[in-house]
């Protein structure tokens, strides 16, 4: 089987975008494929953290994991800082990699934008997520598609390092959603839907209650013509609201047109309530028998000592690929 590997940062409730362009992938993976999944708590303090909330929001991202889907018996889960070889391998890659191809990074540059200086672990975020990946001989990643520059540094260092010292790492591959399914903002749509931005009606966060659901997918912007038409470049409102729609669905954006020809946004938006509640009730429900359950920390526990096993494996390799450490167990 080839082995697959993700992560999720703690930062706030993840929303629908997070679960259609990654999440959901998951969960399709597990049976076909070794699976580790992670929670990204080191990513997430390259920007100030309150510790109480980041651990708070490390479990509800976890408990998120069970509730989607993930079975503990066909994935590894687990916190990413519990494993030190993330920390341990991300300076061997930092070592062989430029400031050039970092300050290329278009996350990078959005993040620090009008910053007159920014962390260095905003920097070299990439790097970490590279070391996450290496660090499990992963074959598979299954990422939104925004994450595709980091995916080839990724690919880089390892081919890098391979041919200057021998083989070292396995070459990652991306597994990205079709672009046609990125979920955008609801009140902005040329933008990628946030857990930061300001509106909190911009998102639908996978454990809102219908009533917020309804809001905000009543006030999201469409445009004036009042015609459901899956046009990317002159009605992005509409058409992500129909890349919601199908994707909840499975019914394709073509025959969504069909269905609603002749009506208005009104009703359209309406079914679009219904579809998108029923979808996202049964994870709610799952969220919260598991959440403060004994069960989800016996799991990341678990999910810790395999991860474990693979990254000291993964990092003896390295060690001795570059002439580090002497002593033997």
């Excluded at 990513?43 to 503990?72: C, F, N, W």
């Excluded at 890659?93 to 050039?100: A, E, R, V």
């Amino acid at each position: 089987m080839k082995r697959v590997f993700s992560g999720v940062q703690p930062t706030g409730n993840i929303h629908i975008g997070n679960y259609l362009g990654a999440l959901r992938q998951f969960v399709e993976l597990q049976n076909d494929n070794e699976c580790i999944y992670c929670i990204v708590d080191m990513h997430s303090i390259t920007l100030p953290q309150d510790p109480k909330e980041l651990r708070k929001h490390t479990l509800d991202v976890a408990a998120l994991y069970m509730a989607i889907g993930l079975d503990p018996k066909k994935s590894t889960i687990f916190v990413q800082s519990d494993v030190p070889g993330h920390a341990e391998l991300s300076w061997v890659l930092t070592c062989n990699s430029y400031t050039g191809e970092l300050s290329r990074m278009t996350q990078f540059k959005d993040k620090s934008k009008g910053r007159e200086s920014a962390p260095t672990g905003l920097f070299s975020y990439p790097i970490l997520m590279a070391a996450d990946i290496l660090l499990y001989d992963t074959d598979i990643v299954p990422v939104g598609r925004d994450q595709k520059q980091h995916i080839e540094l990724c690919r880089d260092l390892a081919i890098r390092i391979n041919n200057k010292y021998g083989q070292t790492f396995v070459v990652p591959d991306g597994r990205f959603l079709k672009e046609g399914a990125r979920i955008m903002s609801l009140d902005e749509p040329m933008k990628k839907m946030s857990k930061s931005a300001e509106n909190p009606l911009s998102r639908i966060s996978l454990l809102d209650e219908e009533g917020k659901i309804k809001k905000a997918i009543m006030k999201a912007t469409t445009d004036s013509e009042g015609i459901i038409k899956f046009d990317l470049e002159n009605k992005p409102g509409v058409s992500n609201l129909m890349n919601i729609y199908s994707s909840f669905s499975g019914i394709s954006v073509e025959d969504i047109e069909k269905k609603y020809e002749g009506c208005g946004y009104g009703d359209f938006k309406k079914d679009l309530v219904q579809v998108t509640s029923e979808a996202l009730r049964p994870i709610r429900e799952n969220f919260e028998q598991i959440r403060h359950s004994q069960e989800l920390l016996n799991v990341l526990n678990e999910g810790a000592e395999k991860a474990n096993a693979i990254a000291e494996k993964t990092m003896a390799r390295v060690k001795e690929t570059f002439g580090l450490g002497i002593s033997k167990k």
